[in-house]
């Protein structure tokens, strides 16, 4: 079991229940490689984050890797009953595993072509095996005498002649394709020869990756204690800010309340240096209250006796007209008392 192509991304699997959503399989990005498994004569990709395997999925013909976005591709697994998906950093990284995996599919479907082409051949020689003995019979009756083909030639003759041709061909193109298969045998045994180098190096380096990722483990606990403790004393320095803050509020607010006491005082004390004044004026004005208040009294006594002239006016007055009307009545007789008289005087000068 060697690698293929390596490369780093985050591992997901499609939740069982759902079907649909995404599942994290691994906290962070982890390493994702192609393998050769020599014995099996399969390719795989395999993922393991820590001590847990989290990918392990066999490359079949059937299978295919497909871009959902720039970043993430997917596969289904029908062995392993999942969908697994990959997010990588850049769209790159997705291009290549997705033409490496083009390539390890179609070598996994020459890999299975090769395994058929081989069953076939061995059941092939087993069936040519087992009909040597009635071909050569057949043959030798075929190949007799003039006579006896004179006295046989017929529709079977002509049958297993025929029969005989194809069998020949096929003779001739499984020796074609042994010849086709043993060059193909050298060429995977040369593979499979830099691949076991690959692997003992593998190996090497994997037996270093571990000492050195135990190494960056300790490194990174210690690392991640040293957060946790300073992100206490970055807790306990953001609630001194927030007390210094509050603190800081609360010594504006009583400044601005300290600036407002101050002005009210500052009038309060040009209010009291004009005290004086005002109170100078409000005896002035006092003064002039009562001069003013007894003015009124002294109107309102002339108001009091104008308007007991004016009743006895209107009382003079009604009492005059009564007179002048009674005046004017007498005044009328007596006019009229004239007329007549000047009538009487008119129709004595008439008669005269």
């Known amino acids: 079991l060697g690698p293929i192509f390596t490369t780093r991304a985050h591992v997901f699997q499609i939740d069982p229940n759902t079907k649909k959503n995404w599942v994290p399989a691994s ?31 066999t490359i079949t013909p059937n299978m295919t890797f497909t871009k959902t976005s720039q970043k993430f591709g997917q596969w289904a697994d029908s062995r392993a009953n999942t969908v697994f998906g990959l ?47 009635p071909s050569s019979t057949q043959a030798s009756s075929v190949n007799g005498t003039d006579d006896e083909k ?30 086709k298969w043993e060059i193909e045998l050298q060429t995977l045994r040369e593979s499979n020869a830099r691949l076991t180098a690959a692997l003992q190096e593998s190996a090497a380096s994997v037996e270093q990756w571990k000492r050195q990722f135990s190494i960056c483990r300790d490194e990174n606990d210690r690392l991640r204690n040293k957060i946790e403790e300073l992100e206490v004393k970055c807790g306990e320095v953001n609630r001194e800010k927030e007390k210094n803050t509050q603190l800081k509020r609360r010594i504006e607010e009583l400044e601005s309340e300290l600036r407002e006491k ?8 040009k209010q009291s240096e004009i005290i004086p004044q005002l109170m100078s004026e409000c005896e002035y004005v006092s003064e002039k209250l009562e001069a003013a208040e007894r003015d009124n009294q002294n109107l309102e006594d002339k108001v009091r006796s104008l308007k007991t002239d004016i009743e006895e006016s209107k009382f003079r007055q009604r009492h005059l007209k009564g007179e002048l009307k009674s005046f004017l009545e007498v005044l009328d007789g007596k006019i009229d008392d004239l007329h007549d008289f000047r009538r009487g005087l008119s129709k004595l000068g008439t008669d005269n």
Request: proline share 1%; no cysteine.
């Open 262 to 269: 101050e002005t009210e005082l500052k009038d309060l004390r």
């Open 27 to 57: 906290k962070q990005a982890v390493t994702v490689s192609y393998f050769y498994d020599v014995t099996r004569n399969s390719y795989r990709i395999i993922s393991v984050d820590g001590a847990k395997v989290i990918i392990n999925s």
């Open 150 to 179: 004179a006295s046989h030639a017929g529709p079977a003759d002509a049958h297993l002649k025929s029969e005989n041709d194809k069998l020949k061909t096929a003779l001739t193109q499984s020796a074609a394709n042994v010849k």
């Open 87 to 133: 997010g990588f950093s850049s769209e790159q990284q997705l291009t290549k595993f997705a033409e490496k995996f083009q390539e390890v599919k179609e070598a996994a479907k020459l890999a299975r072509d090769t395994s058929q082409e081989k069953i076939e051949t061995s059941s092939h020689h087993s069936q040519e095996s087992g009909r040597e003995t």
